[in-house]
């Protein structure tokens, strides 16, 4: 019989969840790219890259609070939505900064729009890192603490429970 403590995942270090911040964004990223051009073939392409961006936010939270941050199970729709929200600021951001290279140059090469918009990705995604790591999958110390509880095994409640009682003397009744 496992405790909930065994049950529930620990949060792995900044380190480590950064790096799988960035496996699973960034293949789950590259998989997006592909599935957007394959359904493309079939409908228009700003529909299939909405489909596309919709289920790949889905999936990557799901990723996300599985392995990357130890949040449990399943993410929560309170995750989901601050998940997109986060994600819908980093293509802003992005954007912005499309849009701000394009006001400083008429005709940037392709090799400056690449710079830029990997920056800008970069930038957005450490930002979006953060957010996530603080406050979508943060655990607050009453979840800490109520997860303590439930992992203490029953004789250990009830002995303290029997020491509160007060002493029993045996053989007579108190």
Partial sequence: METAQSQQQSAPGTFT????????????????????????????????????TAASTLLATELHARFTFGAGPRA??????????????AYAVTSVAMLVLRQLM??????????VYL?????????????????????????????????????ATAARAAASAGPVVLGRAA
């Fill in 17 to 52: 969840a950064f790096a799988r911040f960035v496996l699973f964004g960034g293949g789950v990223g590259l998989a997006s790219s592909f599935a957007v051009a394959a359904l493309a073939s079939w409908i228009y392409w700003g529909l299939a890259n909405a489909l596309i």
């Fill in 76 to 89: 929560t729709w309170r995750q989901h939505a601050q998940s997109a929200g986060s994600a819908a600021a």
């Fill in 106 to 115: 008429a005709a940037p090469g392709a090799a400056l729009e690449q710079v």
């Fill in 119 to 155: 920056s800008a990705s970069a930038l957005a995604g450490v930002a979006r890192f953060a957010v996530l790591r603080v406050v979508v999958f943060a655990r607050s110390r009453s979840q800490v603490a109520a997860t303590v509880r439930a992992a203490r095994p029953v004789h």
